[in-house]
């Protein structure tokens, strides 16, 4: 970000029209002025793991004879890291100019809405993600046989009176549905659990900066 978040602190807490100087400039000392350009940095580190992570993905499963699984999972992790990209940019696109605390809480919005597109797009990444290892997996290699038909025939050799439905396992097909089922109704807390993991002390301080704020400025 061009304007640190020290800087636009500093410009914030002198404004006379904001808050009381003494009692801000108290604050700016005991609180971490730069939780911004943390998580901005965090996010950006985030969005870079994101991509390398896909093309990793695509080497390590075509060494390991499933490049299907490497394709569908490259396709997954571009999305994710292209739809937050966006995001990214509109965190950007905040004023700089204002004071301390109306750029927090510009920043606080932002990030509710970052989020809130996250936990929707978790319902369908998450049981994507699922599909993807189970169709990687069942496909093998590029030309070479399918190991899922290979597993089915094994299966039917070993109990015959499996229950088939369009050649498939009826008690495989019952597992995966209630598993995908299970992933769309559940994706969004999974995705909070994520994010409370990766971003969660950034966003107490946050919180903390924001009402000690309101509760001065009051």
């Known amino acids: 970000m061009e304007k640190s978040i020290e800087s636009i602190w500093k410009q914030g807490f002198l404004k006379s029209e904001a808050l009381v100087a003494p009692k801000l400039n108290d604050l700016y000392n005991q609180k971490s002025t730069h939780v911004i350009d943390k998580f901005n940095n965090m996010f950006r580190r985030n969005l870079i793991a994101l991509v390398i992570g896909a093309f990793f993905a695509v080497a390590f499963t075509y060494w390991n004879e499933i490049p299907y699984l490497g394709l569908f999972l490259f396709l997954i ?71 899922g038909e290979n597993l089915v025939a094994e299966i039917v050799s070993n109990y015959p009176n499996t229950l088939l439905v369009f050649g498939l396992p009826l008690y495989g097909i019952l597992a995966i549905t209630i598993i995908t089922a299970l ?32 509760e001065i400025k009051a």
Not at 84 to 101: C, P
Not at 109 to 127: I, L
Not at 187 to 212: H, P, Q, S, T
């Open 77 to 147: 992790l571009n999305l994710l890291a292209m739809v937050n990209y966006k995001a990214w940019k509109e965190l950007g696109k905040i004023d700089k100019t204002v004071n301390s605390f109306h750029y927090l809480k510009s920043f606080d919005k932002w990030m509710k809405e970052q989020v809130s597109m996250n936990r929707k797009f978790a319902k369908f990444m998450y049981p994507t993600f699922f599909l993807s290892i189970i169709l990687g997996f069942w496909l093998g290699e590029f030309g070479g046989s399918i190991p």
């Open 183 to 214: 992933l769309i109704k559940f994706g969004d807390k999974i995705y909070d659990f994520d994010v409370k993991l990766v971003y969660g002390r950034i966003y107490n301080k946050l919180g903390e900066l924001i009402a000690d704020m309101e």
